[in-house]
């Protein structure tokens, strides 16, 4: 897992979190998916976070990676 990549995970409290690969605390925490995203493009300028599928859909199931 690279440090440089961003991921995009939705907390317990029901907000959304911005991490680096084996951070344990958020570089930011955004209330909406899409303002976490913005975010982290912001944070990582040429870089796609990797975002956590929060529900079902026709190719993944939640807990799963996908690019936004």
Do not use: C
Not at 28 to 45: D, G, H, K, M
């Amino acid at each position: 897992m690279s440090k440089d990549q961003l991921f995009v995970e939705r907390r317990p409290q029901g907000d959304y979190a911005v991490r680096r690969g084996g951070s344990e605390r958020a570089s930011a925490v955004s209330p909406t998916q899409q303002e976490a995203i913005e975010r982290a493009r912001e944070l990582n300028p040429g870089h796609e976070p990797l975002v956590e599928r929060v529900r079902h859909t026709n190719v993944g199931d939640p807990d799963k990676w996908r690019k936004p």
